[in-house]
């Protein structure tokens, strides 16, 4: 199945910024929606973003709207998480996930189908205020 690997953690200030990135091995994600994941230190796993196949229409879980932006460029197979205005709530380990179509990350969606990736060792973001 698709691998991935993500990257572009770091330890910042609050109001900060970073980027993520998530490569995919093992096949095109050009046809995938992909998505951000987090999991802070007491929380489960909570879904942050995610993007159709064209990056065109996106998702935000809403603690993060007007601040994190999703895109990717399928020529890289890469997906991308800019993140402004870092808050403490922000810090936790990030991961990025392939999935089917968009309504897959819908956390209200009952029927939605699972990664097309195998889950990728994350990247740690810490926001210190």
């Given at each position: 199945?698709?691998?991935?690997i993500e990257s572009?953690g770091?330890v910042?200030q609050?109001g900060?910024?970073?980027?993520?990135?998530?490569?995919?091995s093992?096949?095109?994600?050009g046809?995938?929606?992909?998505?951000?994941?987090?999991q802070?230190l007491?929380?489960e796993?909570?879904?942050v973003?995610?993007?159709?196949w064209?990056?065109r229409?996106?998702?935000?879980a809403?603690a993060?709207k007007g601040?994190?932006?999703?895109s990717?460029?399928n020529g890289?197979?890469?997906v991308?998480?800019?993140m402004?205005?870092?808050?403490e709530?922000d810090?936790?380990?990030?991961?990025?996930?392939?999935?089917?179509?968009l309504?897959?990350f819908?956390?209200?969606?009952?029927e939605a189908?699972?990664n097309?990736?195998s889950w990728g060792r994350?990247t740690q973001?810490?926001?210190?205020?």
């Open positions: 199945q698709v691998r991935v572009g770091g910042r609050t900060g910024s970073l980027r993520l990135s998530c490569v995919a093992g096949g095109s994600i046809a995938s929606a992909v998505g951000w994941y987090r802070t007491h929380n796993r909570d879904f973003a995610a993007a159709d064209s990056g229409a996106t998702m935000y809403d993060v601040r994190f932006a999703i990717r460029d890289k197979n890469t991308y998480l800019q402004n205005s870092l808050r709530g810090t936790g380990v990030y991961y990025c996930a392939v999935r089917y179509g309504q897959d819908d956390p209200e969606n009952k189908r699972s097309v990736n994350g973001v810490i926001v210190n205020s």
